[in-house]
């Protein structure tokens, strides 16, 4: 499959594209919102579109043709305000969302967040950040495409270990972003994951495993 990551010069996006470029299955392409980004990518020899999440939807749309499955996995930052969270992480994610169904793309992979989907247990600290990822999740949901919404917790920038748990609901726990691109990567194809959503954590279960089982 020609995989586009959206939000591929984020830490999970660039160990995700580095995955698909290695990959005997899948094409890749990064998606970036400006041509700053594209000297990284033509290093590693990676092609690139560039399109921008609080841009329209026709040039989403445009920027994924040809595609066949879309990896989703922006989000404005922790620096930035909850304007910039509403604008990308919730509005940015629908538009990508609407673009897809235009564009014919039906497979859709979202990285969100732990326990998004019950909102008693958000972090009243990042509560809007909760607020987005809570209704991009429900409107793909809702949406024709073939989904899954994967929901890690804590990121981590160490080596993954390969082994996982996933489950509906989990504690809160943390996970190498490594690891999370591994399972993403591993989601692609792997139908047990279609149209379902779960929380993930770092586990004792190998990836594979974890994903065929649940």
């Known amino acids: ?10 830490k999970i996006g660039k160990i995700l594209v580095q995955l698909l470029k290695e990959s005997n299955e899948h094409t890749v ?10 000297e990284y990518f033509d290093s590693i020899g990676v092609k690139t579109v560039l399109a921008d999440l609080e841009g329209t939807v026709d040039q989403i ?3 994924i043709k040809g595609a066949e499955g879309i990896v989703f996995t922006a989000g404005s930052g922790g620096h930035t305000g909850a304007d910039k969270t509403l604008l990308v992480d919730l509005d940015g ?10 564009a014919g ?12 989907h019950n909102r008693q247990n958000w972090n009243e600290k990042i509560k809007h950040y909760y607020v987005a990822k809570h209704y991009a999740d429900r409107f793909l949901v809702q949406s024709s ?17 390969g082994k996982i748990k996933i489950a509906e609901n989990l504690e809160r726990a943390a996970i190498p972003r490594e690891d999370v691109a591994s399972v993403i990567y591993a989601s692609i194809t792997e139908k047990n994951t279609f149209r379902r959503s779960f929380d993930l954590v770092s586990g004792n279960t190998p990836i594979r495993e974890a994903l065929k089982n649940f």
């Open 93 to 102: 994610a629908v538009k990508t969302i609407e673009a897809a169904e235009k």
């Open 105 to 116: 793309v039906q497979r859709f992979i979202m990285v969100s967040a732990l326990q998004a």
């Open 145 to 161: 495409l073939n989904y899954t919404i994967v929901r890690p917790g804590a990121l981590l920038d160490e080596q993954g270990t």
């Open 29 to 38: 392409k990064a998606m970036i919102r400006n041509e700053n980004q594209k």
């Open 61 to 63: 749309a445009e920027a």
């Open 1 to 10: 499959m020609e995989i586009v990551v959206v939000g591929a010069n984020g």
